[in-house]
């Protein structure tokens, strides 16, 4: 099952997207500058392979929900993520969107 709903956070919108898969979710928050995702993402190979992308992205891990996902604290940034817009890893997920 896949589940898309707007999101807000302040005063600034997103798009929740969660993907019921056997034994695991993918869950992604999204806008159309940057995401957050929980630890299926691959960061390395944004940060590394699709550098010139400068995709900005994070992973959170050990997240089960959309709200859980928004309260944890990211795990892995890409480097366009850390350049264009201060993420680093440990901080908030819900703070490093709003920075968007």
Known sequence: MVTVEPLW???KPFT???VKL???NLMVI????GYIMCGALDVDLL???LYERQIVA?????????SEL????LDKVT???KEQYGWEEGMNCKEALLRL
């Open 30 to 33: 999204s806008n159309e500058v």
């Open 47 to 49: 940060s590394d392979k």
């Open 16 to 18: 929740a997207v969660q």
């Open 79 to 81: 480097l366009a993520s």
């Open 58 to 66: 994070g992973r959170a891990v050990g997240v089960k929900t959309i």
């Open 9 to 11: 956070i302040k005063d």
């Open 22 to 24: 056997p034994k695991t």
């Open 70 to 73: 928004l309260e944890a604290p």
